[in-house]
């Protein structure tokens, strides 16, 4: 069956959550926004490309930073109202210079650092 | 630091995102939304809880199915407006009896289903 993107569910923004997960290790990278466009552009560049609801505009995921992120596979669950990309994460994903975005745990009740920023 | 879920970011509906993840296989099983009080549950009982948008009600997933999810570690992200959980699930995590909700690819512009239903 064709794909057609507009048959997925965006919320009243017209987006959808994206998942990013590393295609090699597994490592779950970050979660950000796609709209319709976001999805088109992601599927026939190879590059995975957000929208940024801070900046209202498209995000090419490391056009600025270098941290491109190569799709592999692109995604989408039973609901059709979320977005997995498993993809080759050139350097950290994480503004902050971490590999993942998710780099604190809540364990016992604190706040832990699992990684440090790459250098 | 002690962890206050009232720190993190919720939506103009209170939730957050939160991304299940099995802890041994690193495959992303599923998406679903968590409010303050579902954080809570879910570090208190160990049992992920979710927040069911189309029920209005706390969701102990596997509660009724019997494939729980049981918390391995829980993380947030750099922006603190997104969860994941590293859980043991016992059996499927998708309502469709699939291991994850995300068995959907597009390749080549078609839409190709990468797994069975579990018997």
Redesign the interface.
């Known amino acids: 069956?064709?794909?057609d993107a507009s048959g997925l569910k965006f919320d009243d923004r017209g987006l959808i959550?994206a998942?990013a997960?590393d295609a090699e290790?597994?490592?779950?990278l970050?979660?950000a926004w796609m709209n319709e466009e976001a999805i088109q552009r992601t599927?026939e560049s190879g590059k995975v490309t957000y929208w940024s609801r801070s900046r209202q505009s498209f995000w090419v995921k490391g056009e600025s930073s270098g941290h491109v992120q190569e799709l592999v596979?692109?995604?989408?669950?039973?609901?059709k109202d979320?977005i997995?990309v498993t993809v080759r994460q050139t350097g950290p994903a994480?503004?902050?210079n971490?590999r993942s975005?998710?780099?604190?745990?809540?364990?016992d009740?604190?706040?832990v650092e699992?990684m440090a920023p790459m250098v």
Request: net charge negative.
């Open positions: 069956m064709q794909f959550p998942i997960q290790s597994g490592e779950v970050m979660m599927l596979d692109f995604r989408f669950d039973c609901d979320c997995l994480c503004h902050t971490r975005c998710f780099y604190t745990a809540v364990r009740g604190n706040e699992l």
